[in-house]
């Protein structure tokens, strides 16, 4: 293991680690996220009623755009993976 490398920016000294970064394309992060609206989506679907009578039934739909966006995501991130694999 490398020792860090050491920055000094004015009077602060900033140590910088030789690391790998943990997700470079996006897409797992992307797809996680989106799973979690997924599931928020589903949690939620049984009380549509009440969240519509409580004025919150946005945050039905506020977790479907989120699923959608993510899907919209997902495919971003693949593309760009591909195009710089290539």
Not at 34 to 60: C, E, K, M
Not at 65 to 75: H, N, P, S, Y
């Amino acid at each position: 293991m490398t020792e860090p490398t050491e920055h000094r920016i004015g009077k602060r000294t900033y140590l910088v680690a030789d690391v790998e970064p943990l997700d470079v394309d996006g897409v797992r992060t992307v797809a996680v996220g989106t799973l979690l609206w997924a599931i928020a989506f589903v949690a939620l679907l049984p009380f549509y009623a009440r969240l519509q009578d409580d004025g919150r039934g946005w945050w039905l739909w506020t977790c479907l755009a989120g699923t959608g966006l993510g899907l919209i995501g997902i495919e971003i991130c693949r593309r760009a993976r591909a195009k710089r694999n290539r």
